[in-house]
């Protein structure tokens, strides 16, 4: 089944009156969603206490949680004191994850910096591989899925081809395609349902069947330069892409199962009920 849903509360939801995310699953709920990912991008602000309770509020109104893991992460950092930090980062997510009863933690995967892409490639799968260790030494964590994610900007890792390569690398890995930053990284690529049909039939043969059908995904339209991302748009914007039409002919053409998080901008609950709306017109 695909379900849609927000990254973190929109404006709608603050202008309804409500004061914490506690309230998040209900105010889902009640507008035909059924996701809601949380962000640690720039720090664990929350208690576990607090995420145990939004977690059974999840669960009490049926919305699959996931998080993103802090956006600091860079695992192909050759300073080796950031491997201990990163393998925190990555285990802290999980038991957040955990708390909220959900599957699935996205995670930004590395920046180039001044390496090659080959030595900054080495130096993440070398990093990874403890993350890895760290993951299978903890049974809490044996449901769970690490979700690698394409970037937006030339000098980060995240290619369609890097991601999909990482995710050969253990069960666990299953991707994240945030389309929005695919089209800006290669200026706007993304425009037909072919266009989308061509990463997902590459992902199928690098990655199979379960990976393919229960890839997580972000969407938003995304303004770019030369150089990749700029700024996360909303789905009214007509000079920048992609459309999620194209993309939703194809989930329903391959009866794919994702879980399909908007990232616009102050509009993510609005603009995810405008993808469910698309994607039901679309399968009917």
Not at 66 to 93: F, G, M, R
Not at 251 to 261: C, V
Request: glycine share 6%.
């Amino acid at each position: 089944m695909v379900k849609f849903g927000p990254s973190g509360n929109s404006k709608i939801f603050y202008d309804a009156g409500n004061k914490t995310s506690l309230q998040a699953p209900k105010f889902l709920s009640e507008h035909g969603l059924e996701c809601y990912e949380y962000s640690f991008g720039r720090g664990f602000v929350m208690g576990l206490d607090k995420a145990k309770m939004l977690g059974e509020e999840a669960k009490k109104y049926n919305i699959l949680m996931s998080v993103h893991a802090p956006y600091y992460i860079n695992l192909a950092n050759e300073n080796p004191e950031t491997l201990p930090k990163n393998i925190n980062y990555i285990l802290k997510s999980l038991e957040y994850l955990k708390a909220f009863n959900g599957k699935k933690c996205v995670f930004h995967s590395g920046s180039q910096m001044k390496l090659s892409r080959l030595d900054a490639m080495n130096n993440l799968y070398a990093q990874l591989d403890k993350v890895l260790e760290a993951y299978h030494a903890n049974e809490d964590f044996k449901d769970l899925f690490l979700c690698p994610e394409t970037m937006g900007k030339t000098q980060q890792i995240g290619s369609v081809d890097e991601i999909l390569d990482i995710c050969t690398r253990d069960e666990c890995l299953i991707p994240t395609f945030d389309f929005g930053h695919i089209n800006a990284v290669t200026g706007g690529t993304l425009k037909t349902s072919d266009d989308y049909r061509k990463i997902i039939d590459k992902c199928f043969a690098k990655l199979g069947d379960f990976k393919t059908k229960n890839m997580h995904i972000h969407f938003s339209k995304i303004e770019y330069s030369s150089k990749g991302e700029i700024r996360h748009l909303t789905l009214d914007d007509t000079v920048y892409g992609p459309e999620f039409e194209p993309l939703a002919v194809v989930i329903d053409e391959y009866k794919l199962s994702p879980t399909i998080i908007s990232e616009s901008r102050e509009n993510m609950m609005e603009d995810a009920m405008k993808m469910r709306d698309i994607y039901q017109s679309i399968k009917k």
